[in-house]
Antibody, heavy 116, light 112 residues
Framework: QIQLVQSGPELKKPGESVKISCKAS????????MHWVKQAPGKGLKWMGW????????TYADDFKGRFVFSLEASASTANLQISNLKNEDTATYFC?????????WGQGASVTVSS | DVVMTQTPVSLSLAIGQPASISCKSS???????????LNWILQRPGQSPKRLIY???KLYSEVPDRFSGSGSETEFTLKISRVEAEDLGVYYC?????????FGSGTKLEIK
């Protein structure tokens, strides 16, 4: 069955960087793009952008341009999200979701806590 | 950006009662392809979101048929014919027609 398994929780200090992974299984990784979605504690969902898993081309929503980088390890069927120069407001759970007509499969979420 | 407005903010219903959630968009979600990319997802407490409905009214295979979606252009509705205990959580509509993709603020369904 289709699964997206994300990396574990992270505790970071302001200014540090973090890399979150999303490993896909149960389908051909390069057939579907991957979305990234942010959920701050107790808040709703915010789309960060997506990455074309065939070409590797990322597309970022305006609020996520600059410190956020989507990348791939296609041979490992893995999509990555790297956040640099972490700020307190980056504290959130980050989800990957497979892009089809909708978002038909979601990872379990990766929690990032930024605290000094 | 397309603003997605969901009402009500919360619902408290007994098992067996019907539920209705409204989702309105600030722009038409009818795309140039002729498709309307309005979707619904459910986030149960402590879990990641799960797929429910895509393109307004198409249920994913595992979704019970007590769920239904309807609407067009800017006004959409998710209905549950008879609420069950497993339906509790936060329902989000989201649109995939216009960049950037945007989500509604969610409707929390509680079971009495």
């Amino acid at each position: 069955q289709i699964q997206l398994v994300q990396s574990g929780p992270e505790l970071k200090k302001p200014g540090e960087s973090v890399k979150i992974s999303c490993k896909a299984s149960g389908y051909t990784f390069t057939d579907y793009a991957m979305h990234w979605v942010k959920q701050a504690p107790g808040k709703g969902l915010k789309w960060m952008g997506w990455i074309n898993t065939y070409t590797g081309k990322p597309t970022y929503a305006d609020d996520f341009k600059g410190r956020f980088v989507f990348s791939l390890e296609a041979s490992a069927s893995t999509a990555n999200l790297q956040i640099s120069n972490l700020k307190n407001e980056d504290t959130a759970t980050y989800f990957c979701a497979r892009a089809t007509e909708g978002m038909d499969a979601w990872g379990q979420g990766a929690s990032v806590t930024v605290s000094s | 950006d397309v603003v997605m407005t969901q009402t009500p903010v919360s619902l408290s219903l007994a098992i067996g009662q019907p539920a209705s959630i409204s989702c309105k968009s600030s722009q038409s979600l009818l795309g140039t392809s002729g498709k309307t990319f309005l979707n619904w997802i459910l986030q149960r407490p402590g879990q990641s979101p799960k797929r429910l409905i895509y393109q307004v009214s198409k249920l994913y295979s595992e979704v019970p048929d007590r769920f239904s979606g309807s609407g067009s252009e800017t006004e959409f509705t998710l209905k549950i014919s008879r609420v069950e205990a497993e339906d509790l959580g936060v329902y989000y509509c989201w649109q995939g027609t216009h960049f950037p993709l945007t989500f509604g603020s969610g409707t929390k369904l509680e079971i009495k």
